[in-house]
């Protein structure tokens, strides 16, 4: 199932509104528990995927997010 490591998250436990900070202070908390966390790469995957734009997913702020999306239309652009 697409979302099986969600409950493998170091975030399992964790109230969902400290991924949803709503200043800097609490984007590098809630990345602090990423940084611990072996479910990084299908988060960040699934947020992406999705074009989820709130929150920290995958260790990333939102505009870390947007930024990896824009570059990857830049490259895919270039590649065409
Ligand atoms: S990377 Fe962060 S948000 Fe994603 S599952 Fe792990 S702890 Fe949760």
């Known amino acids: 199932m697409e979302t099986m490591w969600m409950a493998r998250g170091s975030c399992a436990n964790t109230p969902p509104r400290v991924f ?6 609490g984007v590098e908390i ?3 528990i990423c940084a611990g966390c072996r479910m990084t790469e299908p988060c960040l995957n699934y947020a992406l995927e ?3 734009d ?7 702020s939102e505009r870390q997010r947007r ?12 590649a065409a």
């Open 20 to 25: 949803f900070p709503s200043d800097g202070v």
């Open 30 to 32: 809630a990345k602090q």
């Open 50 to 52: 999705h074009r989820i």
């Open 54 to 60: 709130h929150g920290v997913w995958g260790g990333c």
């Open 67 to 78: 930024r990896i999306l824009r570059r990857r239309r830049e490259l895919a652009i270039n």
